[in-house]
């Protein structure tokens, strides 16, 4: 198999795998116990807590382990909605399901912002939503159907003036794409995107008070369960090791996406280009086929990509993503995913690129 979608999850890097079994010989106990067994797993997962808040820049604010990057968001989401005591929120039509679907359920009014048909962010817009009424703004710092980056930090800084609580999820874009936390209430990432184990995300959090859940006995009373230390060991070392891997794995994202452009026939594809956008998520439009047709074409020749974020896998509904740039609900059925990572190489990539003007002829 040819694995082109490591946007949706990347396999374990062989480092994380064995940190994770020492800890799990080495740091077994419960991290609340009191005994010496409980201990050495309380001081691993603090180290690990501090470790992370150096990832991502922070000498202040808490990191709250958690079971995924989507409970991440809702933790994040639910807190700040709590604490504003405003509940209009900002977001883009473009975000993940995990931001939205809370949103649906939290939230009095969710505004919904456009992109630009170029794929930038819509500032005129924003300006023009971001009202006294607006308690916090959502919004992505990359887009995991088109790799759209998004100025999250300027963002921050308009609701910082403005009293307005602001979160960004930061899952596709963490550890790929520099970024300063300064200003941000909470931000989000997770563990399976950056070779770590599945099962296992984090939200930073500047001020955390509130649970969403209940009162709880971990992490700092925000989330319930024992704490699965082991998996947090893996997420960290995956984190260091992704980080002296990131460059090499953009720059040759970025000869796959050059690659792409010379040789799909222009009839039948459109590289979903935007002047800020990570190299290593490649959207195609597929313009005479459905982009589920494709994925499966290529599923059958041995190939794995997929037609936008795992999340929405099966609904063939038209992309978020390409309606929100201003394309018709048609159109916006044609989409293919690549999307590359570690393991890459320049005869996968052609291997790809040839069925797919195959499947066009």
């Known amino acids: 198999m040819i694995y082109l979608d490591y946007a949706?999850?990347?396999?374990?890097?062989?480092?994380?795998?064995?940190?994770?079994?020492?800890?799990?010989?080495?740091?077994?106990?419960?991290?609340?116990?009191?005994?010496?067994?409980?201990?050495?797993?309380?001081?691993?997962?603090?180290?690990?807590?501090?470790r992370l808040l150096e990832l991502l820049g922070q000498a202040e604010g808490n990191i709250v382990f958690t079971g995924s990057g989507s409970e991440a968001n809702y933790i994040a989401i639910n807190h700040l909605l709590r604490q504003s005591k405003k509940t209009t929120v900002l977001t883009l039509a473009c975000e993940h399901d995990s931001v939205l679907l809370p949103l649906a359920q939290l939230a009095t009014q969710t505004i919904l912002l456009p992109l630009r048909p170029d794929g930038t962010f819509d500032w005129e817009a924003f300006e023009t939503h971001c009202t006294d009424e607006v308690g916090v703004v959502s919004i992505q710092h990359v887009n995991s159907d088109t790799g759209f980056?998004?100025?999250?930090?300027?963002?921050?800084?308009?609701c910082q003036a403005r009293g307005i609580f602001f979160h960004c999820d930061g899952v596709q874009g963490f550890l790929k794409h520099p970024i300063s936390l300064d200003g941000f209430d909470a931000y989000t990432c997770s563990s399976h995107?950056?070779?770590?184990?599945k099962g296992l995300g984090a939200v930073y959090l500047r001020r955390p008070l509130f649970s969403p859940y209940y009162a709880g006995h971990h992490e700092i009373g925000i989330r319930p369960g024992t704490v699965d230390v082991p998996g947090i060991?893996?997420?960290?070392?995956?984190?260091?090791?992704?980080?002296?891997?990131?460059?090499?794995?953009?720059a040759a994202s970025q000869k796959f996406r050059v690659m792409l452009k010379k040789r799909l026939p222009l009839a039948g594809y459109h590289i979903?280009?935007?002047?800020?956008?990570?190299?290593?998520?490649?959207?195609?439009?597929?313009?005479?086929?459905?982009?589920?047709?494709a994925l499966l074409a290529l599923n059958r020749a041995g190939i794995a990509v997929s037609a936008g974020s795992a999340c929405r896998a099966g609904e063939n509904g038209p992309n978020a993503t390409l309606r929100a740039i201003q394309y018709d609900e048609t159109a916006a059925h044609g989409l293919i995913r690549l999307s590359f990572g570690l393991h890459t190489t320049e005869e996968e990539v052609e291997r790809c690129i040839d069925l797919l003007c195959a499947l066009d002829t």
Do not use: W
């Open 8 to 50: 949706a999850t990347t396999p374990m890097h062989p480092d994380a795998l064995e940190q994770y079994r020492l800890a799990a010989e080495q740091a077994y106990g419960n991290s609340s116990s009191l005994h010496d067994a409980g201990n050495r797993s309380a001081q691993t997962l603090e180290r690990a807590r501090v």
């Open 233 to 250: 060991v893996a997420f960290l070392t995956a984190c260091e090791r992704y980080q002296s891997e990131n460059r090499r794995i953009q």
């Open 272 to 293: 979903v280009e935007s002047p800020h956008q990570l190299a290593s998520i490649c959207a195609i439009h597929t313009k005479r086929m459905d982009g589920q047709f």
């Open 193 to 197: 995107k950056v070779y770590g184990p």
């Open 149 to 158: 980056i998004f100025p999250v930090e300027d963002i921050a800084k308009v």
